[in-house]
Structure formats: structure tokens, C-alpha cells
């Protein structure tokens, strides 16, 4: 089965950098999306940036655009580099992947594979 494990979240002060990885296995779609999302305290899930497999296009949320970067260090590796964090990136984040889509969907529901989260909390 698909199974999604990420890793590298913990605490750091506002302006400072955090790099999370997610290790991805059993998961083959080359036309499908896989991306990093977050959820904060009270908050609905959000999507943070997501890469389509197929496409090659990267699409970030607005609030992270200059300050996230998502890459596919390989097949296996999804990462995501945040610099310059500010305490409303605090949340927990999650690594998914769709299940049976072409493309990126827009909301977090059509995601079919997910993580189970790592914590990443931001103070000031």
C-alpha cells in the first residue's frame, strides 16, 4: 500500500528556517500531485504547495509564495524548505498524494494519501 511518512518538524523562532522531508512508497501515479499541507489550532486544512507529477508545474499558497520551496529530491522524497517563518506557519503538516486524479485538485479532500502529520510551531 501507499504509505507517506514525513519527517523534520519541530520548533523555531519567528525569521528562522525549517527543511521537512516525506518519504513516499508504493505510490506510482507519474500523472497524479503530491504536495504539503498544514493545519493549524481551530483551522481547516490547507494546501501549502503542490507539484503536478505530470506537468511539472509547482503551485504555492499565496502566504508561503518567496518563503516555501516544494521540490521532489527523487521519486521516493518530498520536500519542503521554509525560510523566514512567521508563528502563523505554526500547524501541523502533512505529505499527500491524490489517489486516481490527473492534475492538482484545489482542496484537500480530493487527496487520497496522506501522512500522519509532523508538528511545526513557530514562536515569537
Known amino acids: 500500500s501507499v504509505q507517506l511518512v514525513e519527517s523534520g518538524g519541530g520548533s523555531v523562532q519567528a525569521g528562522g528556517s525549517l527543511r521537512l522531508s516525506c518519504v513516499v512508497s508504493?505510490?506510482?501515479?507519474?500523472?497524479?500531485?503530491m504536495g504539503w499541507f498544514r493545519q493549524a489550532p481551530g483551522m481547516e486544512r490547507e494546501r501549502v504547495a503542490v507539484?503536478?507529477?505530470?506537468?511539472?508545474?509547482i503551485d504555492y499558497a499565496d502566504s508561503v509564495k518567496g518563503r516555501f520551496t516544494i521540490s521532489r529530491y527523487n521519486a521516493n522524497r518530498l520536500n519542503l524548505e521554509m525560510e523566514t517563518m512567521k508563528p502563523e506557519d505554526t500547524g501541523v503538516y502533512y505529505c499527500?498524494?491524490?489517489?486516481?486524479?490527473?492534475?492538482?485538485?484545489?482542496?484537500?479532500?480530493?487527496?487520497?494519501?496522506w501522512g500522519q502529520g509532523t508538528q511545526v510551531t513557530v514562536s515569537s
Open positions: 499527500a498524494a491524490t489517489m486516481g486524479w490527473v492534475g492538482c485538485p484545489s482542496t484537500p479532500n480530493d487527496f487520497g494519501f
Open positions: 508504493g505510490y506510482t501515479d507519474r500523472r497524479g500531485c
Open positions: 507539484i503536478n507529477n505530470g506537468a511539472g508545474r
